[in-house]
């Protein structure tokens, strides 16, 4: 699956996103930096973004906390603006989108299933309302009864029954909620679904359950995914293709059988050796160094170079771009320099 | 149990289900909430009911006879049986004046409390949600309001309306501006709570998915914010009530209340007040009485709701 | 002499709605320095076996039937303060959370000294010259200097290590660890587990991993024991489980975890989802999931038995009577 060949290699892609950024200001309050003479202080969480998304694949973005990947995926459906950069969807970028109807319309084309299926559906609606919701909003069915019976064929779709609707989320196990945000994404029937850490919260049966259901809608459906992860594992199983961040960058991007079989930066190295092996093979593991740095106040330069075994005095002044190596991109000094191996 | 094809459950299963909940399982168990409860349902339906309800009209001033003043209650010596709690100065019935006088009590106080948690609410989730400066302008307003006793903000309040409104409209102003009085000075703690619910919500990811199909933030905040806010609201106005009917007796007791023409229960103490040392006590006693049982009830009911709702406490 | 022994553990809550049982008749042993996991998805009873031991089941859970046995003495029938001081000395507990496992208003210097006075008669610099051994052994750097900072100066990957130092500091027998660190990242995961082995290993203490993390476990624990809705499914030695795993719901598990590496389309998926304590069905509990699903499974509850692996597993496939197709 990771190596299918890429159905639609002559069209622009679906998503491209161009040195996307977002800054947070995190400072203290105004008296209390007056007071205790602060400057204010800034969290980049995401600094510099640049990928492309082709329909109908499967992007991920794989990395630990304080990476920037949520925020990513909330600056691409909109809950947050970016602070420099652009996302361009579908050939028009979406901040060009000014009047309502240009926006709905924009809207309507992606959708966002979340991380916790236990805040993720109101307690005190009806499953039916939950995931009517979106089809009310975009006016797309007009009478009652066809609201319900769409319920009731997105209900089917995600493995749940018709009868569900009239239920509330507390009658439903996590995997089951999951469903019902999954339903209740495809009720506008979107083309572009952004997936923050879909599974993460669900038992690994559960998660089985989950992923497949998720691979057999893209395949009827025809979606394109970017899905956000932690776990290689799973992002291994569902991606096309994979990006990995450290602390609002992008490290590396491959296709999931390249960055596996050959991945390039440190970084990606060292996440690889965390996945657990579940074959016995006893193999060797390199010693891990040092965690993830507060995002407030990264290191200079390359952020990874505390805890990288290959860097050296440019990796400690000066950021690294990404730039195309073999079959990756890599934002890697060492690899530029052919010190890697 | 009747289905349609959507498995919409019929009514008498709704009926099932809350009788079957846990809510209700645990009133059964508690005997002070079924007894409170009680009381508070006999209070209101002798205050509802009360021109059908009361042996006498006791504010009609034709069937009043000052002959029957002064009549003890029914178990003393020279007690009657058509007054079974004796009567006042002017011949009422006291047991009539306590329902209508409850009846007018409670008006106030109910209406005060859905002034106070409407304003409060609203104000508290604007604060929360859309948070900015807004929140704090809110917030240190409730905080500066709490800090002046709730019976002081009503006193000046009403001091001010009196002043605005013109004479020959006070008597039928009165009561509004009561209303309005006791309200605006309870409204900082439904603000409070509503403002820390919606904060706790607005950072939901069922939120989020209604921002990201570009719902509108007042909508986002009265659909799906508000009900969820709605539990601890329920348990502070319960509780509200009963402060707010011991406000509006203080109010009428200091003579700054309602208007004598619809006494309250405050107006009552007062009134009997004057005769308490002259050896007519039941004409305070009562009014008196009948005040502490409905707010100690609705107090009670309260905080067996709040136990009640506390989802670390089941 | 086997270090714990646990007898037909039976853990119930009483609720309005009739009794629920949480643990059903729950045996297993743990030999002194051995790495038991303890592995099953949420609801499966794992902490709460976890919490039964330590004798820090809340009511109205209670231990309705069934021994624990340390070192050859029972302790889930003795009163709360003789527990108190087997707790600490004897068996130490590594929860999830490290930030809610260390007292935000104590300095970690003292928390962990106190802890060492309570078990042992160290004087106060003793204790505190213990402590700092201690952090450095778990790896905190400066351990000298950061003996005196409170818990939230430390990151989560550093938190937990301390709390590790907590349980490992009066030299208990037994460690229980639930969930240490599904709330770490991957890269600190990998760094807690190996610290925990290696400690483990050099001080000879067992441990009870208790996870739902299959991966922790193959990299950890020497025996597993898989847990469905409350009863043990199958038992054994970490390799064997793990590749040839002998219950069906193991084999489901074990399919359903991607691999890098094994390319499938779809992974391989177990029908249903974990039934709920009220409505753990008649037999064995996997009947309504199982594709290998017999009659005998809906009537009587399989025991542990032998199978024709290693492992032993609660299921009927290996009853010996059934000839062998």
Not at chain 1, 158 to 186: C, M, N, T, Y
Not at chain 1, 236 to 260: D, P, Q, W
Not at chain 3, 144 to 160: D, L, W
Request: one cysteine or more; hydrophobic letters at 45%.
């Amino acid at each position: 699956m990771s190596d299918r060949p890429d159905p639609s290699a002559t069209a622009p892609a679906l998503l491209q996103v161009r040195d996307l950024a977002k800054h947070f200001d995190v400072s203290k309050g105004w008296l209390t930096r007056i007071l205790e003479n602060q400057p204010r202080q800034h969290l980049k969480a995401v600094d510099g973004l640049s990928f492309d998304i082709e329909k109908g694949e499967t992007f991920s973005l794989v990395g630990e906390s304080g990476c920037g990947k949520s925020t990513v995926a909330k600056l691409i459906v909109g809950l947050h603006t970016p602070s420099r950069g652009s996302i361009i969807f579908d050939g028009a970028n979406i901040a060009d989108a000014t009047s309502h109807n240009e926006v709905a319309t924009l809207r309507r084309r992606w959708q966002m299933i979340f991380q916790d299926p236990y805040a993720s559906l109101n307690p005190r609606w009806r499953v039916r309302d939950i995931v009517a919701e979106p089809i009310r909003q975009f006016k797309l069915v007009n009478s009652a009864r066809e609201i319900d019976e769409r319920v009731g064929e997105l209900l089917v779709q995600v493995g749940l029954s018709p009868a569900d609707s009239a239920k509330f989320p507390h009658e439903f196990s996590g995997g089951q909620r999951q469903r019902i945000s999954i339903a209740r994404a495809l009720s506008s029937e979107p083309e572009f679904l952004v997936c923050d850490e879909p599974t993460s919260a669900l038992d690994v049966s559960v998660q089985a359950q989950i992923l497949n259901l998720m691979k057999d809608l893209q395949r009827n459906l025809g979606l394109t995914y970017l899905f956000i992860s932690h776990n290689l594992a799973v992002v291994y199983h569902v991606s096309n293709k994979i990006g990995v961040m450290y602390l609002g960058r992008l490290c590396e991007i491959a296709t999931a059988k390249t960055l596996f079989r050959t991945p390039l930066h440190p970084y990606t190295r060292l996440l690889l050796d965390t996945i657990p092996d579940m074959d016995m093979t006893c193999r060797e593991r390199t010693p891990v160094s040092g965690e993830v740095p507060n995002p407030i106040d990264p290191p200079s330069g390359c952020a990874f170079h505390p805890r990288c075994p290959l860097a050296n005095e440019r990796c400690r002044n000066e950021t690294p771009k990404l730039r195309s190596e073999a079959e990756s991109v890599v934002a890697c000094h060492a690899v530029e320099e052919n010190r890697h191996s | 149990m009747a289905e349609n094809p959507l498995g919409e459950t019929s009514r008498h299963d709704l009926l099932y289900r809350v009788f079957d909940s846990d809510l209700f399982y645990s009133f059964r168990k508690s005997p002070i909430a079924v007894i409170s409860a009680i009381t508070t349902l006999v209070f209101f339906l002798a205050a509802g009911l009360a021109p059908w309800l009361a042996p006498h009209n006791p504010f009609d001033p034709a069937s009043l006879d000052l002959m029957d003043g002064f009549s003890p209650p029914v178990w003393e010596a020279d007690g009657v049986s058509k007054f079974l709690l004796g009567t006042d100065d002017q011949g009422r019935d006291i047991l009539s004046t306590i329902m209508y006088g409850s009846r007018v009590s409670l008006i106030v106080g109910f209406s005060a409390v859905i002034f106070s948690v409407v304003l409060g609410v609203g104000v508290g989730l604007l604060a929360g949600y859309l948070g900015g400066w807004m929140e704090t302008v809110v917030m240190r307003l409730a905080d500066v309001q709490l800090a002046i006793p709730a019976i002081l903000v009503a006193l000046m309040i009403d001091g001010i309306a009196r002043i605005l409104v013109p004479v020959h409209m006070r008597d039928v102003m009165a009561i509004y501006v009561l209303i309005l009085a006791i309200g605006i000075s309870d409204w900082p703690r439904y603000a409070r709570v509503a403002r820390g619910s919606a904060l706790v919500e607005r950072s939901k990811e069922y939120v989020s998915a209604a921002r990201v199909i570009g719902l509108h933030p007042i909508l986002i905040m009265l659909r799906h914010v508000l009900p969820n806010v709605l539990g601890p609201i329920l348990v502070m106005a319960t509780i509200g009530l009963a402060l707010a009917v011991i406000t509006e007796a203080t109010l009428s007791f200091l003579g700054v209340g309602v208007p004598p023409t619809t006494p309250s229960l405050g107006t009552l103490i007062r009134i009997g007040n004057n005769f308490l040392f002259s050896g007519e006590w039941w004409i305070t006693l009562f009014p008196a009485v009948a005040l502490v049982v409905l707010v100690l009830a609705v107090n009670l009911l309260g905080d067996w709701l709040r136990d009640a709702l506390n989802p670390k406490l089941r | 002499m086997t270090l714990l022994e646990v007898k037909n553990l039976r853990v119930e809550f009483p609720t309005r709605r009739g009794t629920l049982l949480a643990i059903d008749d729950v045996s297993f042993s743990i030999e002194p320095g051995e790495v038991l996991g303890v592995v099953g998805e949420s609801g499966a009873g794992k902490s709460l076996t976890g919490t039964s031991i330590i004798g820090l089941l809340e009511p109205p859970g209670r231990i309705a039937a069934g021994e624990i046995w340390l070192e050859g003495e029972r302790i889930d029938d003795i009163p709360y303060d003789e527990m108190r001081r087997i707790r600490g000395k004897k068996i130490g507990a590594i929860f999830q959370d490290p930030l809610t496992s260390l007292n935000p208003l104590y300095t970690v210097g003292k928390q962990l000294t106190e802890t060492i006075m309570v078990h042992s008669d160290m004087t106060q610099t003793d204790a505190s010259a213990r402590a700092i051994e201690l952090l450095s052994e778990v790896g905190i750097p400066a351990a000298k200097e950061r003996i005196g900072s409170y818990p939230h100066e430390f990151s989560g990957g550093m938190r937990q290590r301390v709390v590790i130092a907590l349980a490992l500091c009066a030299n208990p027998k037994l460690v229980i660890a639930d969930e240490p660190t599904t709330a770490l990242d991957v890269s600190i995961q990998a760094q807690i587990i190996a610290l925990l082995k290696r400690l483990c290993h050099d001080h000879k203490t067992a441990v009870m991993l208790i996870t739902h993390d299959m991966g922790v476990i193959a990299e950890t624990a020497d025996r597993v024991a898989v847990m469905y809705a409350g009863r043990i499914a199958e038992i054994g030695q970490v390799r064997d489980v793990i590749k040839h795993a002998k219950h069906p719901y193991t084999e489901g598990l074990m399919g359903s975890i991607p691999v890098p590496g094994h390319d499938v389309e779809q992974l391989q998926q177990i029908a249903g989802s974990m039934p709920r304590l009220t409505e753990i069905p008649e037999g064995c509990a996997f009947n309504p999931r199982c594709p290998h699903v017999r009659d005998k499974c809906f009537e009587v509850r399989p025991e542990l038995m032998p199978t024709d692996g290693a492992s032993m597993a609660a299921c009927w496939i290996y009853e010996p009577e059934v000839a062998r197709v």
